[in-house]
T-cell receptor, first 113, second 114 residues
Framework: GENVEQHPSTLSVQEGDSAVIKCTYS??????FPWYKQELGKRPQLIID?????GEKKDQRIAVTLNKTAKHFSLHITETQPEDSAVYFC????????????FGDGTTLTVKP | EAQVTQNPRYLITVTGKKLTVTCSQN?????MSWYRQDPGLGLRQIYY???????DKGDVPEGYKVSRKEKRNFPLILESPSPNQTSLYFC?????????????FGSGTQLSVL
């Protein structure tokens, strides 16, 4: 089955700096890669996603890049703000068995004012 | 308001006492899924359902049962809970089972098994 590895597990940045979180996946059949943000005590919420036929997608201060050959994808947050502090999860879903979804272990991002 | 509703929000029980966590969505979604979240382990999929009467195992199905008799409801059943099932549980749904459909999560159920 699919295995998703996420790094780093914790990340601390100064307000205004950029943050990068990286994930690798093992199943070449995976073709959809969402990112979720989970604030303390809240439910995960989708912040950005990318499909396998796209190399990069951007939405204001956040962007996701995908390298299908190397089987890795990354979340980039620019001009970080204290409200970006949360746990971020990457995930991979395969086209062949789209019911299944595998998540990374999460990255705790702390943005220091 | 479109939402996924889980009940209860918090539950403390004892080993072996059967329990059910309910999940309901009002968006006419075909796909529903259960996850458990443990510190440092992310979200792990327990069971999922592509549609009514269609369910399948996720990565950690042992000790859990599900049913999908109606489109809106997808209860999670623990027939004989054990302490290692203490966890935060999330139900989620999406319009269809297609990989790129956005997942909507419930607010979570914190379960403690003593």
């Amino acid at each position: 089955g699919e295995n998703v590895e996420q790094h780093p597990s914790t990340l601390s940045v100064q307000e205004g700096d950029s943050a990068v979180i990286k994930c690798t996946y093992s199943d070449s059949a995976s073709n959809y890669f969402p990112w979720y943000k989970q604030e303390l005590g809240k439910r995960p919420q989708l912040i950005i996603d990318i499909r396998s036929n796209v190399g990069e997608k951007k939405d204001q201060r956040i962007a996701v890049t995908l390298n299908k050959t190397a089987k890795h994808f990354s979340l980039h947050i620019t001009e970080t703000q204290p409200e970006d502090s949360a746990v971020y999860f990457c995930a991979a879903r395969p086209n062949t068995n789209a019911g299944k979804s595998t998540f990374g272990d999460g990255t705790t991002l702390t943005v220091k004012p | 308001e479109a939402q996924v509703t889980q009940n209860p929000r918090y539950l403390i029980t004892v080993t072996g006492k059967k329990l059910t966590v309910t999940c309901s969505q009002n968006m006419n979604h075909e796909y529903m899924s259960w996850y458990r979240q443990d510190p440092g382990l992310g979200l792990r999929q327990i069971y999922y359902s592509m549609n009514v009467e269609v369910t399948d195992k996720g990565d950690v199905p042992e000790g859990y049962k599900v049913s999908r008799k109606e489109k809106r409801n997808f209860p999670l059943i623990l027939e004989s809970p054990s302490p290692n099932q203490t966890s935060l549980y999330f139900c989620a749904s999406s319009l269809s089972f297609r990989a790129y459909e956005k997942l909507f999560f419930g607010s979570g159920t914190q379960l403690s098994v003593l």
